[in-house]
């Protein structure tokens, strides 16, 4: 069968991206493009079993309805498959009945409303991991798994426990030279050394997609295979490792070390890890080459961190960041604010912590109930909602929970003033940052990318100059 495979368009970045966002206007200068795994590896198990593929990365390559839907006829498709998200929700409906096709839809929020995906107009639904078994899926023939309007019911797929069976992602079908993240170092590529995560954040999406009981690993030696052909295929300033969480298995990340300082690649490379590290792992990352971790930190208030749920010390936070600084590895620290538990007085602590906490760059977001989390759950029962629009629901816009003492619009006001508060701490006190980000801007987009982005902070600095 000829398949169209999409992240459709809009201006929300869903697939791949850990929680879906609108994303940031061009004159930013950086463009913020996440591999979307799920779609490459579904690209090369329907290659495998010898169908014919498009694969259209509409957010990464600026593709509109009009134009998807002259590829979509040029390529004369028979089955449409795309990730949905709830932000994107009405756009992802529109690209659907746009293209007239029989229309299958997957991904964490798809796997959370299935029926209202059958009820909008999409014929089947696949509920938890798709990739391996899309194949089954494509005449909507009867699986446990696929939801559809006559068997509406359905299980999550069962997920590939051998991670290191499977094809790499087509890269030859999807744009590589448009996903980035302004974290890394210039051209990135991206990789995967596990999947899933064994811990059970409330507000995550992890687990309600993937299901519980659900990290596995790769071999290390199969990981740095793959690195090996990326670096001849593409001359990638960067590795990033886009693991749930690379660090949470102390034998992975420290196998992973020795297998890539044996191959001496000659490049450095970031992950995504936890906000606590072990000192001689991170001594032996730094021996490996990386250059940069991100993590989430979410909150400085304790009893947050007990509801959402989160074992964590915030001074073993401080502890690994000394630790990473001491050894030459950047960090990026990601807080939420308007977790259950938090009041405006903790928020305020949670921003003089982030803000002192020593890494070289920082993100705050509006944590958001997104539909099968525990979280949505939790504030759906308690009355904390305050929006039922999804298109609402947007980590980097509004609030959509109030708690008694604590509304929407105070959970807004905090998120501004952390904002503002970091970025005049760096205009002011990290000038290397500000290097980092102009670097990239060029290494990505030239003299243009350089003048966007210095638009961009330019038009910003008078607002945060004045923060408190």
Same mark, same amino acid.
């Given at each position: 069968?000829?398949?169209?495979?999409?992240?459709?368009?809009?201006?929300?970045?869903?697939?791949?991206?850990?929680?879906p966002?609108?994303?940031?206007?061009?004159?930013?200068?950086?463009?913020?493009?996440?591999?979307?795994?799920?779609?490459?590896?579904?690209?090369?198990?329907?290659?495998a079993?010898?169908?014919d593929?498009?694969?259209?990365?509409?957010?990464?390559?600026?593709?509109?309805?009009?134009?998807?839907?002259?590829?979509?006829d040029?390529?004369?498709?028979?089955?449409?498959?795309?990730?949905?998200?709830?932000?994107?929700?009405?756009?992802d409906?529109?690209?659907?009945?746009?293209?007239?096709?029989?229309?299958?839809?997957g991904?964490?929020?798809?796997?959370?409303?299935p029926?209202?995906?059958?009820?909008?107009?999409f014929?089947?639904?696949?509920?938890?991991?798709?990739?391996?078994?899309?194949?089954l899926?494509l005449?909507?023939?009867?699986?446990?798994?696929?939801?559809?309007?006559?068997?509406?019911?359905?299980?999550?797929?069962?997920?590939?426990?051998d991670?290191?069976?499977?094809?790499?992602?087509?890269?030859?079908?999807?744009?590589?030279?448009?996903?980035?993240d302004?974290?890394?170092?210039?051209?990135?590529?991206?990789?995967?050394?596990?999947?899933?995560?064994?811990?059970?954040?409330?507000?995550?999406?992890?687990?309600?997609?993937?299901?519980?009981?659900?990290?596995?690993?790769?071999?290390?030696?199969?990981?740095?295979?793959?690195?090996?052909?990326?670096?001849?295929?593409?001359?990638?300033?960067?590795?990033?490792?886009?693991?749930?969480?690379?660090?949470?298995?102390?034998?992975?990340?420290?196998?992973?070390?020795?297998?890539?300082?044996?191959?001496?690649?000659?490049?450095?490379?970031?992950?995504?890890g936890?906000?606590?590290?072990?000192?001689?792992v991170?001594?032996?990352?730094?021996?490996?080459?990386?250059?940069?971790?991100?993590?989430?930190?979410?909150?400085?208030?304790p009893?947050?961190?007990?509801?959402?749920?989160?074992?964590?010390?915030?001074r073993?936070?401080? $502890?690994?960041? &000394?630790? @990473?600084?001491? !050894?030459?590895?950047?960090?990026?620290?990601?807080?939420? *604010? +308007?977790?259950?538990?938090?009041?405006?007085?903790?928020?305020?602590?949670?921003?003089?912590?982030?803000?002192?906490?020593?890494?070289?760059?920082?993100?705050?977001?509006?944590?958001?109930?997104?539909?099968?989390?525990?979280?949505?759950?939790?504030?759906?029962?308690?009355?904390?909602?305050?929006?039922?629009?999804?298109?609402?629901?947007?980590?980097?816009?509004?609030?959509?929970?109030?708690?008694?003492?604590?509304?929407?619009?105070?959970?807004?006001?905090m998120?501004?003033?952390?904002?503002?508060?970091w970025?005049?701490?760096?205009?002011? $006190?990290?000038? &290397?940052? @500000?290097?980092? !980000?102009?670097?990239?801007?060029?290494?990505?987009?030239? *003299? +243009?990318?350089?003048?966007?982005?210095?638009?961009?902070?330019?038009?910003?600095?008078?607002?945060?100059?004045?923060?408190?």
């Amino acid at each position: 069968m000829r398949v169209l495979l999409l992240n459709p368009p809009g201006p929300f970045c869903r697939a791949g991206s850990r929680w879906p966002h609108k994303r940031k206007p061009r004159k930013v200068g950086i463009d913020y493009h996440p591999f979307p795994f799920q779609l490459g590896y579904a690209a090369s198990r329907l290659l495998a079993d010898k169908h014919d593929v498009r694969f259209v990365d509409c957010i990464a390559s600026n593709i509109n309805n009009d134009a998807l839907a002259r590829i979509a006829d040029e390529f004369a498709a028979d089955v449409v498959f795309m990730e949905t998200s709830a932000p994107s929700w009405q756009f992802d409906l529109e690209t659907v009945k746009r293209l007239g096709r029989l229309s299958i839809a997957g991904g964490a929020h798809a796997t959370a409303t299935p029926q209202e995906h059958l009820d909008s107009g999409f014929d089947g639904v696949i509920l938890g991991e798709y990739d391996q078994v899309l194949p089954l899926a494509l005449e909507l023939n009867p699986q446990p798994w696929l939801a559809t309007g006559g068997s509406p019911d359905a299980t999550h797929a069962p997920m590939v426990r051998d991670l290191d069976e499977l094809p790499s992602p087509a890269w030859h079908l999807m744009p590589m030279e448009k996903y980035n993240d302004p974290f890394c170092l210039g051209r990135s590529v991206t990789v995967l050394t596990s999947r899933g995560c064994p811990l059970e954040c409330g507000f995550c999406t992890i687990a309600p997609f993937e299901g519980k009981r659900n990290y596995r690993r790769r071999d290390p030696k199969a990981v740095c295979d793959e690195i090996a052909q990326l670096i001849e295929r593409f001359s990638p300033d960067e590795i990033y490792f886009d693991d749930d969480t690379i660090t949470i298995n102390r034998r992975h990340i420290l196998a992973l070390c020795d297998e890539i300082r044996s191959r001496n690649f000659g490049i450095p490379w970031s992950c995504m890890g936890n906000a606590v590290i072990d000192s001689d792992v991170i001594a032996a990352m730094a021996g490996a080459g990386c250059r940069a971790i991100k993590f989430g930190v979410e909150s400085a208030d304790p009893e947050v961190l007990r509801q959402i749920p989160k074992d964590q010390d915030p001074r073993d936070v401080q $502890r690994t960041v &000394r630790d @990473l600084n001491r !050894h030459g590895i950047q960090s990026h620290a990601n807080f939420l *604010f +308007g977790l259950a538990g938090e009041t405006e007085e903790s928020a305020r602590r949670t921003i003089d912590y982030a803000v002192g906490l020593g890494t070289q760059t920082l993100q705050f977001a509006i944590a958001t109930p997104y539909p099968g989390t525990a979280f949505y759950a939790r504030a759906d029962r308690e009355g904390w909602l305050t929006k039922t629009d999804w298109r609402q629901f947007d980590p980097a816009g509004e609030a959509v929970v109030s708690y008694p003492g604590y509304s929407a619009d105070q959970i807004a006001a905090m998120y501004d003033l952390g904002w503002k508060r970091w970025q005049r701490h760096m205009m002011l $006190r990290r000038p &290397r940052t @500000l290097l980092h !980000h102009f670097g990239n801007a060029y290494r990505r987009q030239g *003299f +243009g990318g350089m003048a966007r982005l210095g638009y961009y902070g330019a038009s910003r600095l008078l607002g945060v100059l004045g923060a408190h």
